[in-house]
């Protein structure tokens, strides 16, 4: 499989590193708005200009596009999904089902299968929701994050006018969690479960008052939690917050049994060093199901939910019988 990167930040060198990994594909290039004699591949990939990539449409079976939810992946994925199989990860939830109909609009019309919102969650999160749902129909579910940093969060208050840099870490409430762990089936705000705290580089002579106001009130991101902003220096954020770790729970608690009297507890955790190469290698395995599906003759969009788990493997059929299930 031929795949094209679209974009080339965290999330775009995390692909790169996937790709390496996986037997059964190629990286044909790295696609990118700024100047591309400007960006050096860590693997030595070539770089090419955002723009020449539909001159390149005979070259690539999937573009992973590998760009922010705030404001790029809403224009960018349709208007490739039209062109090429694509990938992406967006994660505002609240507006997943206006992004999927764009998507699928545009992908149905040019034959191509675009697979969004395939990150751990959400993605493979999403996954462990409906299963555990499946299994347990009585009963409530729970998602918790972090401690970690959200690169959707961190990249939408870096769209803020004044604001040089940020880190956002999603802290989960440590009192809730021990509350659902207990059974008592809780039911909880947003607030309840998550706070959210803020690390700022303001440029000079912004209006900070105004920065941290936008951040707090700012709808789906931060408005529904309590958020701390702090503001940093560029040199305190690199020093301090360089990292990108991340990882989160999905628990689901419900009985079973004629008079519901077994109790049950799911919890499914991720731990990561890195979120935006876990995300990255995601991607890549959702790039496989997409070239698989294409090749089958369907189109449109779709999330993970919509793809066999087997089409993500690079295994054969048989070895999965004999050592998966």
Known sequence: MRIGIAGYGNIGRGVEAAVTQAADMELVGVFTRRDPASLETVTGAPVYGYDEMTEMREDIDVVIICA????????????????????????????????????????????????????????????????????????????????????????????IEGVADARQYTVPVEAA??????????VFTARDMHLRDCYVVAEEGADKAAIEEDIKTMPNYFEPYDTKVSFV????????????????????SGCTGLDYEFNNTIEYTLNLDSNPFFTASILVAAARAAYRMNSEGQSGAKTLFDVPPAYLSTQPSEELLAHML
């Not at 040019?110 to 919102?117: A, D, R």
């Not at 360089?242 to 628990?251: F, N």
């Open 177 to 186: 969690l021990e509350r659902v762990r207990s059974g008592e089936n809780p």
């Open 68 to 159: 922010g939810s705030a404001t790029d992946l809403p224009w960018m994925t349709p208007e490739l999904a039209g062109i090429f199989n694509t990938i992406d990860s967006f994660d505002n939830h609240a507006k997943i089902p206006e992004h999927f109909a764009n998507v699928d609009k545009a992908a149905k019309a040019g034959g191509k299968v675009g697979i969004i919102s395939c990150g751990w969650d959400p993605g493979y999160f999403s996954l462990a929701r409906i299963y555990a749902e499946a299994a347990l129909p009585e009963g409530n579910s729970y998602t918790f994050w972090g401690r970690g940093v959200s690169q959707g969060h961190s990249d939408a208050i870096r769209r």
């Open 233 to 252: 220096t560029q040199e305190e954020l690199n020093s301090e917050h360089s990292g990108l770790p991340h990882g989160g729970r999905v628990l689901r």
